[in-house]
């Protein structure tokens, strides 16, 4: 799909540790940000082609040296660490806190300029150097954990740790509001704070919007639908029949939901 110029269809893209690429995607990546395009990447990301020979995509605008784990991996050197067949066995989940955190704090520069926030990454945690770069957040030492670079009319976000999904959502919703995302409804709890537990996904449908929602939690939650646009109706599709803005979600339960909502405000 890249390579068939969708990108193009994009103001945001993630690279979540796409650690084999082959050159034309990359090249389409790149072309995709210069020419407005944003993308955002986690470490072990661009570091080898398809056939799984070192591809140095970076070079020139991140430099990777050392990169270490932080987390429950068996013991291993620094040649361990630079074997991908070791590497692609390793499954580091930031979104277990059974797994040591590693703490950021940002800068309050750039997209979350303005604000001095906590943030927590876990995994693989690379030292990066890019003199280029604007520096988003640092670890506790001051090496750089997040940093910005321009290139063409676009912007490239590097992690140098993976982040807890609290903290993706930080950066995430700071990235999507400099590049004017629109996200018309979004789940909530009854409190209209983040559910973290609750997957839910939007696509637009007849001037509507289409939705799914699954509670993947072991306990009921209440459910409350906010978003850039006021919600003007909920229908539920499976069991036919309206709903409010808020409602319950019992233990992985599924609803398929068409939301009528107004202009933006």
């Not at 955002?40 to 020139?60: A, C, K």
């Given at each position: 799909s890249i390579l068939r110029g969708e990108l193009a269809h994009y103001k945001v893209v993630l690279v979540p540790g796409a650690s084999h690429v082959p050159p034309r995607v990359f090249q389409a990546l790149m072309a995709y940000v210069e020419g407005g395009g944003v993308l955002?990447?986690?470490?072990?990301?661009?570091?080898?082609?398809?056939?799984?020979?070192?591809?140095?995509?970076?070079?020139?605008m991140v430099e990777i040296g050392k990169t270490v784990v932080r987390g429950?991996?068996?013991?291993?050197?620094?040649?361990?660490?630079?074997?991908?067949?070791?590497l692609e066995r390793q499954?580091?989940?930031?979104g277990n806190a059974g797994i040591p955190g590693t703490p950021i704090t940002t800068t309050g520069r750039g997209v979350l300029r303005g604000r001095t926030l906590e943030l927590e990454g876990a995994g693989f945690l690379q030292t990066i150097t890019a003199p280029e770069a604007e520096t988003l957040a640092t670890f506790a030492?001051?090496?750089p954990a997040i940093i910005s670079l321009s290139r063409g009319k676009g912007r490239i976000y590097y992690c140098a740790i993976p982040l807890r999904p609290q903290s993706y959502a930080t950066l995430l919703e700071a990235v999507f509001a400099?590049?004017?995302?629109?996200?018309?409804v979004r789940v909530r709890d009854g409190s209209g704070r983040p559910l973290w537990g609750v997957e839910?996904?939007?696509c637009a449908y007849e001037g509507d919007v289409l939705m799914y929602a699954i509670n993947l939690l072991s306990e009921a939650v209440e459910v409350r639908l906010v978003g850039s646009r006021p919600v003007q109706g909920v229908h539920d599709l499976i069991?036919?029949?309206?709903?409010?803005?808020?409602?319950?979600?019992?233990?992985?339960q599924t609803v398929i939901l068409r939301v009528k909502v107004g202009p933006p405000e």
């Open positions: 955002v990447v986690t470490p072990r990301s661009f570091l080898f082609d398809e056939y799984n020979h070192p591809h140095p995509y970076l070079q020139g429950p991996l068996p013991a291993s050197g620094a040649a361990s660490l630079d074997d991908p067949a070791f499954v580091v989940d930031p030492d001051g090496a400099e590049v004017g995302v629109d996200r018309p839910a996904r939007t069991a036919n029949q309206g709903l409010g803005e808020r409602f319950r979600l019992a233990p992985l």
